[in-house]
Each structure stands twice: as structure tokens, then as C-alpha cells.
């Protein structure tokens, strides 16, 4: 596989349409701070990180519902930046997300963070995905 965060947005939007209370990701790095920026932000209930015989792991996302209604917290998953198209941007370029509404998850030299953490600090890199 070459593109594990478009498999992990796959796995999340597919548990997502199925009505999964939880759903199973192989662990990465990367993931595990994208998978950090949607509990902090609110779009999933809760994570856990395992380890697993082969020294990988697995990351099991609690995925987020209205108790009423049943709708879920995340709409829209959209991967921006691929291994065959990067899409960068600057801090002056930076996205918005359903007008200020959604977040963007960049990948800068200051780690993974927030199109809005990036323009507090002033800082560009590589658009990874839109979440609303």
C-alpha cells in the first residue's frame, strides 16, 4: 500500500456509513496524530493505541454519533494531498474548510497540526486532508 492515510480516511468513512461504534486502523506515526487532532477537536469520542505481535499496532478510533438524531460528527472526509499530487500551501494560501466550519490537517515542520494553528504560527507545508 502506499498512501496509509487515504486507507485510514477510507476505514474511518466506511465505519462511518456502516454505523460502526468502533473501527480498526493499522498505527502509524502520522496517523496517530491525525487520529489525536479529531479527539481534540471533537469529531471522535475516543482512542486507543495497542500493540500488536508484529510491533505495528493498531489504533481504535470510538466514532462519534448524536444520541438523538444517530448522525455522526464527521460529514465529509476529503484526502487533498496524494504521494503522486503533494499539495502545498502557504500561511498566506492556507484553506478554509466550509467557510471557517471544518478543519484542515497539515503536515509542517512544526508537526501535524490545524490550518488554524498553522496561521498562529505562521507556518506553511503539505495539506493532508479536509474534515468537516
Given amino acids: ?7 485510514y ?9 456502516a454505523n460502526h461504534r468502533i473501527v480498526e486502523v493499522p498505527a502509524s506515526n502520522l ?3 491525525i487520529t489525536k ?5 471533537g ?3 475516543n482512542y486507543k493505541f495497542e500493540s500488536t505481535e508484529n510491533n505495528q499496532g493498531v489504533i481504535k478510533i470510538a466514532l462519534k454519533y448524536h444520541p438523538v ?6 460529514r465529509t472526509l476529503d484526502r487533498v494531498s ?16 466550509l467557510n471557517g466550519l471544518g478543519i484542515a490537517i497539515i503536515s509542517t515542520s512544526k508537526g501535524v497540526i490545524t490550518d488554524k494553528e498553522a496561521k498562529k504560527m505562521n507556518v506553511g507545508g503539505e495539506v493532508l486532508c479536509y474534515i468537516s
Avoid at 500500500?1 to 486507507?7: I, K, N
Avoid at 487532532?37 to 477537536?41: M, N, S, W
Avoid at 438524531?69 to 464527521?74: E, N, S
Fill in 82 to 97: 496524494s504521494p503522486g499530487l503533494r499539495k502545498y500551501s502557504g500561511v498566506d494560501k492556507m484553506p478554509r474548510v
Fill in 9 to 17: 480516511l477510507t476505514r474511518v468513512r466506511n465505519a462511518i456509513k
Fill in 37 to 41: 487532532i479529531l479527539f481534540e477537536k
Fill in 43 to 45: 469529531y471522535i469520542l
Fill in 31 to 33: 496517523k496517530k496524530e
Fill in 1 to 7: 500500500m502506499t498512501d496509509t492515510v487515504s486507507d
Fill in 69 to 74: 438524531t444517530k448522525l455522526p460528527a464527521i
